[in-house]
Every structure is written in C-alpha cells, then in structure tokens.
C-alpha cells in the first residue's frame, strides 16, 4: 500500500481506506477522520490502468495544493472545518454552519456545510466568516440592559466595557450603537438594490 499524503484541506494524517477492500481498484476511497474531506473514488482509467484508491488519494492531494482555495463574500479563502454563515442578503439571523465539504471545477467552486445535521451547498459568494448583522438581531439586542448588551451580564464592574471606555452613559452608549448599526443595514439594503 503506497503512503498517503496528508489531507489537503485540513493538513491531518489522520485518515481511513473506506469502500471495497476486497477488490482495491474499485469503489475504494480513503477518507480524513478529521475534517471527513473524502475521495475521489478509486476507477479504472479508460486505458484500462487500476488506481488504487491510495493513488487517487496522492494525486488530488498534489493537486489541491497548487489550486486557490474558494473565497467567502469578504475575500476569505474558506477551508473545511471553518464555521460560517450565509451574507444577509441570502438570510435574516442566519445560523452558524460548519463546512464539512468543497468542490472546485473549472470556474465553478460548491461548498457543502452542515447546520445541525443537515447538509447544504452554497456557492462561496453566499457565505462570510463572521456573523453578519441583522434587524432581527438588531431587535433582540434592543431588548437588553446596557450591561448585557455590552457583554457584561449584571456585573457590579464597569472595569473593561466598552461604553466605559467611550465616557457616555451605557445606556446613551448603547443607543448610539445600535443607530450606527441599523444604519449600516439600510447602508447593505441599498447597496443590494
């Protein structure tokens, strides 16, 4: 059995042989335990040449390291495992997704994630790796005492807030804040029209 490269994805050795065991240059393919990148799957070429699954494996490895990886809306190269979201525009409050899978063509590039165990692709244009602001989140954080909204709970200390630090009283701080924000919205609205 010839030694396999490492993931070219996630970079991890840790890898499985999956498939057929008994007929090696047919349905075989290894998989990353880590990151579960996987395949392409051992065939016959049409000259009639087995490929084990080990080779496949070594050569998409060699390929995947000269190809540019995918980028997300804001120029991110996106690699499995990373957590992203969808751009606002695709969705409101948008839920965390782990990206358990990428297909590059030519000119074209897929990118399967997974949101609590259901798997979906996007194009990479339609996914960010921070969470995007919303007007849903925009009204929960409304909601909030100045405190909670700053990420302090309903702590005695003032020591390390940010609306400390801007000399404004938390609750004026907040108001300026979320105005800022709701009007960077509108901002990515108009832009999208």
């Given at each position: 059995?010839?030694?396999?490269k490492?993931?070219p ?27 579960h ?8 070429s049409?000259?009639?040449?087995a ?5 496949v494996?070594n050569a998409?490895?060699e ?12 120029g ?12 606002p525009?695709?969705?409101?409050n ?6 358990v ?16 165990g259901?798997?979906?692709g ?6 960010m ?9 925009l009204?929960d ?5 100045s405190?909670?909204y ?5 702590s005695d ?7 400390f ?11 300026v804040?979320i ?5 960077r919205l ?8």
């Open positions: 059995m010839e030694e396999l490492p993931c994805f996630c970079g991890s050795t840790e890898l499985k042989r999956r498939g057929n065991s008994d007929i090696e240059y047919m349905n075989g393919y290894i998989e990353c335990i880590k990151c990148a996987y395949g392409p799957s051992a065939n016959s049409a000259l009639g040449t490929k084990t699954s080990e080779e494996w998409r490895a390929q995947v390291d000269a190809m540019p990886l995918p980028l997300d809306a804001d991110v190269p996106i690699r499995i495992g990373d957590e992203v979201y969808l751009v525009s695709y969705a409101d948008p839920p965390k997704r782990r990206v899978g990428i297909t590059i063509k030519q000119n074209y590039a897929a990118i399967m994630t997974d949101c609590d259901a798997r979906q996007f194009e990479p244009h339609q996914l790796h921070k969470n995007p602001d919303s007007w849903v989140k009204e954080d409304i909601e909030k005492s405190c909670d700053f990420g302090k709970g309903e200390s003032c020591t390390g807030c940010r609306a630090e801007g000399n404004l009283r938390c609750t004026k701080a907040q108001a804040d105005i800022a924000r709701a009007k509108v901002a990515v609205e108009v832009s999208n029209d």
